[in-house]
């Protein structure tokens, strides 16, 4: 897994060199056509996704749907989805109902794009377009890397929908920032989660798929019950569940939510409630100068990987091999 963490840099590298070929792949989609976007993947493909929903809603406009595959699978219902832009973020490209849901929203009319590591994957078959991860081989379990590039190339391909120019720019800019998260220590968080019953993970709009994401890796490699929650719904009736013994884990990025983030974070500490929070000028984590607000939560998931992996280790937990899981999982 940590060597796996400091990989992501270079295949975000080659991500961002594939530009024209995702140039390419934008002016295939007809995006003016579509009514929807809809987006598709299980496990951290689909906090990928979640990160993904936030970042077409706000830079094309568009609405976006989660898919449930078990619509198609087992309660075999297709449904209509005539000049919807369908993306399915898979790693493996392997699970039985990742194909079957990419099959259906192709067969009803949708534009199907893969976002996969396997590109010879049944998944990536089943597509229209494909946009390749290229993260090599993935040992470990708990996937980190092709997460990294799983959010990268859709933001990549956003970029190219959407002609913008400042995302590209903070793309370009991303490996850099990936390699430099890598010197962020953020083991004073280690601490609380040893005594921690469990764990809340918290941020807005964009930073909602890290923090999901993080909380699973917390459940995955540390075995402690983690929520990946908006900090806006940690206003409301989790918030009854936080006491001493439940560290709250928070992104602040510098966008339009960044204000309510704050405001959470003083009423919390005020509260006595263990804070880490990185981003902003109240942050307790390291954290670098802040940068494009739809690549800074991607960055984000460099230290709080190594942290994971780390503490890890010191409880003689092994990252890369969770108990009772495996590499892929088909679910039907």
Known sequence: MASEIGESADVVSRIVRNRRALAEIAKGLRIGCAPLCVLC????SGH????LRYLIE???????SASAPSVTTAFRTPLVLRDALFIVVSQSGRSPDLVAATRSARATGARTIAIVNTTSSPVATAAEFVIPIEAGAEHSIAATKTVIGSMAAGAALIAELAEDQALRSALDRLPDRLDRALALDWSE????????????????GLGLGWAREIALKLSEILRLPAIGVSAAELQHGPRAALSSRTPVIMM???????????ALANELRAQEIALHLCG???GSLPWLQEDDPATDPITMLVPAYRVI?????RWGYDPDRPPRLSKITETF
């Open 48 to 51: 990928a996704g979640v990160f």
């Open 252 to 262: 602040r990025i510098m966008d339009e939510t960044a204000a309510t983030v704050d």
């Open 189 to 204: 968080v280690s601490d609380d989660l040893a005594k921690a019953s469990a764990v809340f993970v918290a941020a807005r």
């Open 58 to 64: 706000t830079r094309l406009g568009l609405p976006v």
């Open 309 to 313: 992996e780390q503490t890890a280790r």
């Open 280 to 282: 902003g000028p109240h």
């Open 41 to 44: 993947g299980r496990g951290s």
